[in-house]
Nanobody, 120 residues
Framework: QVQLVESGGGLVQAGGSLRLSCVAS????????MGWYRQAPGKERELVAT???????NYADSVKGRFTISRDNAKNTVYLQMNSLKPEDTAVYYC??????????????WGQGTQVTVSS
């Protein structure tokens, strides 16, 4: 079993900052990639940012220049630094990981989500 646990969400005013964290634990052999997705009410879940084992980065156009994804491989942790937040960033943010388990299977896992609310 693998668990992803997010933290760091909350309520912030427009222009403010938040930092999300996600820790992966359990039967992990190696993590290939980790990332963040978000889902606003009435909308589909969308990619925010991803980072692979080699450090390759991918961002949604809507967050480029404002959000920064990073990871600590030793701690199986991924972070999302969110600056210059806008009301349209309001959503539930989900951590995602594609990894190779101790059972020698390739699987994708999701966290339970953390709410980010940006007031205008």
């Amino acid at each position: 079993q693998v668990q992803l646990v997010e933290s760091g969400g909350g309520l912030v005013q427009a222009g403010g900052s938040l930092r999300l964290s996600c820790v992966a634990s359990g039967s992990i052999f190696t993590i290939v990639a980790m990332g963040w997705y978000r889902q606003a009410p009435g909308k589909e879940r969308e990619l925010v940012a991803t980072i692979n084992a080699g450090g390759g980065l991918n961002y949604a156009d809507s967050v480029k220049g404002r959000f920064t994804i990073s990871r600590d491989n030793a701690k199986n942790t991924v972070y999302l630094q969110m600056n210059s937040l806008k009301p349209e960033d309001t959503a539930v943010y989900y951590c995602n990981s594609y990894l190779y388990t101790d059972s020698r299977t390739w699987d994708t896992y999701w966290g339970q989500g953390t709410q980010v609310t940006v007031s205008s």
